[in-house]
């Protein structure tokens, strides 16, 4: 990978962007890596592998029995109504002994 200053770049611009195409430039100020110029191709292959990425842990939530937003409402319900704790009292935030309680936006459904 090709390493050049953040004034280089500015300078020499249209050589930096030619070299992007063939590999990455690196871009530092006071020694340190602030920028990295990469290819539109390049940018786009590690979009999908980012994409792939996500959907394989997706899927192996789902596999593992993760539940989605409406099941966990549901079973939230569920162990409120067992522990005496009224639903209202959790979308408010409210419990009865007085403490706060930290309320999502999906739990106001």
Not at 10 to 29: F, I
Not at 64 to 78: M, N, R, W, Y
């Amino acid at each position: 990978m090709m390493r050049v200053t953040a004034t280089e770049l500015k300078n020499q611009l249209g050589q930096y962007l030619a070299q992007s195409l063939r590999e990455p430039v690196l871009v530092e100020d006071r020694r340190q890596t602030i920028a990295v110029v990469i290819s539109a191709e390049m940018y786009e292959r590690w979009q999908e592998m980012e994409d792939a990425f996500w959907l394989m842990k997706a899927q192996q939530a789902a596999d593992s029995g993760f539940v989605g937003t409406d099941q966990a409402l549901e079973l939230l319900k569920q162990v409120s109504q067992e522990k005496g704790i009224s639903w209202e009292e959790i979308q408010t935030g409210e419990l009865a002994d007085n403490e706060k309680a930290v309320v999502h936006p999906n739990l106001t459904t």
